[in-house]
């Protein structure tokens, strides 16, 4: 089932050109705030049982069928060391391309689209819990803080990759 959602946006004055900003999809997990680039946002599903693979990473979810397209579903809470989502109505599934892969990332809830002039993405500190980190960059919204996802380092470890590219060549 696709979910249709409404969007709203907010815009930042920036003394700099608009080709220096980002626009950028937010998202809630417990009470963080994440973003990523809304041009590697392919849809946003409502909540859908995922069939579980074996020896899949703990954050992989499992898979589903979208349209004819099998794509594994990241639990974006078990990646930030939160525990597994305990998933409902009300979780959505933000499917999205990173690099050649369609993935899709099990989340509470979207909340917005912003414009984010590129200065405003501060490093991450280096608190990460191996070299290659989850979080590309931090902004600040309001009182918010938007942890910006480096989407390649989500799905890295997905021992369902190989799994897939397995079922995809059957």
Excluded at 81 to 93: D, P, S
Aim: glycine letters at 8%.
């Amino acid at each position: 089932m696709t979910m249709s959602l409404q969007l709203g946006e907010k815009h930042f004055s920036s003394a700099q050109p608009e080709s220096a900003a980002r626009r950028i999809v937010t998202f809630k997990v417990g009470d963080r705030t994440f973003g990523i680039d809304v041009g590697m946002v392919r849809e946003i599903k409502g909540w859908q049982a995922t069939t579980p693979l074996p020896h899949a990473a703990p954050h992989v979810r499992g898979v589903l069928n979208l349209r004819g397209v099998i794509l594994a579903v990241y639990d974006l809470r078990t990646a930030i060391g939160l525990g597994a989502t305990e998933a409902t109505a009300t979780h959505v599934i933000v499917v999205v391309d990173v690099e050649d892969k369609t993935a899709g990332l099990l989340v509470d809830s979207v909340s917005d689209i912003v414009d984010v002039p590129v200065s405003a993405v501060r490093p991450a500190p280096d608190l990460e819990r191996d070299e290659h980190g989850l979080i590309e960059g931090l902004v600040l919204l309001d009182t918010d803080i938007v942890a910006l996802l480096d989407l390649a380092a989500v799905i890295r470890d997905g021992g369902a990759e190989t799994q897939l590219k397995t079922s995809r060549a059957a």
